[in-house]
C-alpha cells in the first residue's frame, strides 16, 4: 500500500480520484491547494503526489518546482491543456507523467502504479517528521542531526507511529502490533514504553499525543 497525495481543488475530482486509488489499496492524502500540499510534503512522507495545475494561490507548477527541492516522490500532473509546450515545462520541473483532462480514473492508477512500481527500486529507507529521522535499514534513530539509543520496542513503536502519522490507534492495537496477539501483559505496557520513547525524544516527544479514552497517534505540526 502507497501513501498518494491528491492535489486537486475540484472535490468532485478529488474524491472521484481518492476513491479509485483507494480501489488499488492505496492510502489518500488530500490537499486543496499548492500551499496545503507543500505542507502535507514537509509533515508527511508520501509515495507519490497526483498534482493539478490550475489550483489557487500555487500553480501546479510552482508546487512540482518546490516539492523537488524536498522529496524525489514520482508526480503526475492533471491539465486541462493539451498543450505541448505545457507538458515540456511540467517534465522540465521534474514532473514523471502527464494525464490530460477529461481522463480514465482506471488510466490514471494504472500509471500510479507503474510508476510506484519503478520507484520502489530507489532506496527509500528513511523516514523523517520534525527533527526526528529514523534509517529503517539500521534501526538507527536521529533526534535533530545526533543518534539516540532506543530499545527494540521502543523503535518499534516510534517506527510504526511515522509510518502511519495522523492515524489514532488503541492501546489494545499497538500492543497487538508492537508485542503481537499471544503477548500475555496489559496495556499498561503500551503506557510504559511510549513514556519512556516521550522522554528520550526530549521536546520532539509531543508528537506522539494521548487522547483521552481512544489511544495514540503521532501529529507532526508545521
Known amino acids: 500500500m502507497a501513501k498518494i497525495l491528491i492535489v486537486e481543488d475540484e472535490r468532485n475530482m478529488q474524491e472521484i480520484i481518492a476513491r479509485y486509488m483507494q480501489r ?3 492510502s489518500c492524502f488530500t490537499a486543496d491547494d499548492g500551499m496545503d500540499a507543500l505542507l502535507t510534503l514537509k509533515s508527511n ?3 507519490l503526489m497526483i498534482l493539478d495545475i490550475m489550483m489557487p494561490h500555487l500553480d501546479g507548477f510552482s508546487v512540482c518546482k518546490m516539492a523537488r ?3 524525489n516522490l514520482p508526480i503526475i500532473m492533471l491539465t486541462a491543456k493539451s498543450n ?18 477529461p481522463f480514465s480514473p482506471k488510466v490514471l492508477l494504472a500509471k500510479a502504479n507503474a510508476l510506484l512500481r519503478r520507484s520502489s527500486a530507489l532506496p527509500a529507507d528513511t523516514i523523517n517528521a520534525g527533527k526526528i529521522s529514523v534509517l529503517t535499514a539500521s ?4 533526534l535533530d542531526g545526533k543518534e539516540i539509543t532506543l530499545t527494540y520496542k521502543e523503535y518499534e513503536l516510534l517506527h510504526f507511529f511515522m509510518s502511519n502519522p495522523g492515524q489514532i490507534f488503541s492501546r489494545e492495537q499497538l500492543l497487538n502490533r508492537i508485542w503481537g496477539y499471544d503477548f500475555e501483559g496489559t ?3 503500551v503506557d510504559t514504553h511510549i513514556k519512556t520513547l516521550r522522554q528520550k525524544l526530549g521536546d520532539e516527544g509531543r508528537h506522539i499525543v494521548t487522547l483521552i479514552r481512544s489511544g495514540y497517534k503521532f501529529e507532526v505540526t508545521a
Open 187 to 189: 496495556t499498561r505496557t
Open 69 to 71: 527541492e524536498i522529496s
Open 45 to 47: 512522507p508520501m509515495d
Open 24 to 26: 488499488g489499496g492505496h
Open 139 to 142: 534501526h538507527k534513530v536521529f
Open 84 to 101: 505541448e509546450d505545457d507538458k515540456l515545462k511540467g517534465y522540465d520541473l521534474g514532473a514523471d507523467d502527464y494525464m490530460t483532462k
